[in-house]
Antibody, heavy 113, light 107 residues
């Protein structure tokens, strides 16, 4: 059974950093394109970043470029999202997803002073 | 970026009714579109992938079709457990883009 478990969320002040993790199991992690998607309270879904199976290529939405970094450790079957210079508009539940097919339960990030 | 326009944004339907939701993309994406169901407080659940393929374990009353840049999700006979939000996602090219969502409620 595919499992994706996010962690690392919480309350953080504007301008500070946070690192999310997504522990994967039940499949060969290194074979899959992974992504982070977020959902602000009562809003729709918004793709944040993606990474190829090898980690060789990464993609970001414009609003997070230069602030967020997606990475992966295939030996640990773990996906990461380093979030720097956080803004109030980054407040959302962050989901990791395996190629859009399987999703974690999400982790809440609140950016507020 | 590829824009995805989803309609309607909300929908009132009766049990047993046929329900159709549409996504229109701003450019051709072939069949690179998925449909998701999301209930409050839960993660999205994949219903349909590559526009027409039913995800394993999903009820057969869900189906997807497409023609050109227009994609439809159909529920042939609405069940109580289908009350949820529905989203489409184009994964043809980065940035992936989602439709705005459809809130399906009981009439």
């Amino acid at each position: 059974e595919v499992q994706l478990v996010e962690s690392g969320g919480g309350l953080v002040q504007p301008g500070r950093s946070l690192k999310l993790s997504c522990a994967a199991s039940g499949f060969t992690f290194s074979n899959y394109y992974m992504a982070w998607v977020r959902q602000a309270p009562t809003k729709g879904l918004e793709w944040v970043a993606s990474i190829t199976n090898s980690g060789g290529s990464t993609y970001y939405r414009d609003s997070v470029k230069g602030r967020f970094t997606i990475s992966r450790d295939n030996a640990k079957s773990t996906l990461y999202l380093q979030m720097d210079s956080l803004r109030s508009e980054d407040t959302a539940t962050y989901y990791c997803t395996r190629s859009g097919a399987d999703w974690g339960q999400g982790v809440m990030v609140t950016v507020s002073s | 970026d590829i824009q995805v326009t989803q309609s309607p944004s909300s929908l009132l339907a009766s049990l047993g009714e046929r329900v159709t939701i549409t996504c229109q993309t701003s450019q051709s994406i072939s069949n690179n579109l998925n449909w998701y169901q999301q209930k409050p407080g839960q993660a999205p659940m994949l219903l349909i992938y590559y526009a027409t393929s039913l995800q394993t374990g999903m009820p057969s009353r869900f189906s997807g079709q497409y023609s050109g840049r227009s994609f439809t999700l159909t529920i042939t006979s609405l069940e109580p457990e289908d009350i949820a939000n529905y989203f489409c996602l184009q994964h043809y090219s980065a940035p992936w883009t989602f439709g705005g969502g459809t809130k399906l409620e009981l009439k």
